[in-house]
């Protein structure tokens, strides 16, 4: 059972870094895809980036890229998400969710993953 929970959430400036970390208290990581997806208010849920099982594959939305690293620790149960050059329109809720699919290609689609954290939220100040 995967069980996930995001922590490391907060206020960054303009220009700024913050890590966002989702851990499987189930420990059955290993086997799911991962993605991560932010919520601003009055908008819908988008896809921001994805890891593969292995960690041998990423896929980042072309909002982030070049600006967010997603990796992730097996051995920890664990996926970071590394938000760099943070901007103002970054700031959302942001969820980790995990997909058990057998071939994971970084589906921006929700309904693809079938784990999903609380969320953390991230503020990024002009």
């Known amino acids: 059972q995967v069980r996930l929970v995001e922590s490391g959430g907060g206020l960054a400036q303009a220009g700024g870094s913050l890590r966002v970390s989702c851990v499987d208290s189930g420990r059955a990581f290993t086997y799911y895809g991962v993605g991560w997806f932010r919520q601003a208010p009055g908008k819908e849920r988008e896809f921001v980036a994805g890891?593969?099982?292995?960690?041998?594959?990423?896929y980042y939305s072309d909002s982030v890229k070049g600006r967010f690293n997603i990796s992730r620790d097996n051995a920890k149960s664990t996926v970071y998400l590394q938000m760099n050059s943070l901007k103002p329109e970054d700031t959302a809720v942001y969820y980790c969710a995990a997909t058990a699919t057998a071939y994971y290609s970084g589906s921006g689609r929700p309904t693809d993953y079938t784990y999903w954290g609380q969320g953390t939220q991230v503020t990024v100040s002009s």
């Open positions: 890891i593969s099982r292995s960690g041998g594959r990423t």
